[in-house]
């Protein structure tokens, strides 16, 4: 097994590939004029029901960072995203993980 076998079956590379396909499979699409996309993170099983309802929706302040789940997301539905100018991201805690994009091309106009 040579050193890049080896990195290519990391379990990050593997977890991020998994989102890839993942995202692709979705058809999940980004407009090109414009997008405010949400990732909602999922709370910790081990917080208690009132840490869980003070926390929904609230910023999640914490790894991952902001520009690397919008690089994989953008990366993972794109050849080239070059041509996308306007986006807008944030991430905030919910029940469950999701990707929400809304379409704020007309806005712009």
């Known amino acids: 097994m040579t050193r890049s076998d080896k990195w290519k079956q990391r379990p990050p590379v593997m977890r991020y590939r998994m989102f890839c ?42 790894k991952p ?15 080239d995203d070059s041509h996308i100018w306007d986006a807008r991201t944030s991430k905030i805690w919910g029940e469950t993980g999701m990707i929400i994009i809304e379409d704020i091309g007309e806005k712009n106009a």
Do not use: Y
């Open 21 to 62: 396909d993942e995202a692709r499979l979705h058809g999940i699409r980004v407009p090109e004029n414009g997008a405010h996309i949400t990732f909602v993170l999922p709370m910790p099983q081990s917080w208690s029901k009132k840490k869980r309802a003070a926390m929904d929706g609230q910023p999640h302040q914490q």
């Open 65 to 79: 960072d902001l520009d690397n789940l919008t690089k994989s997301l953008l990366d993972a539905l794109f050849e």
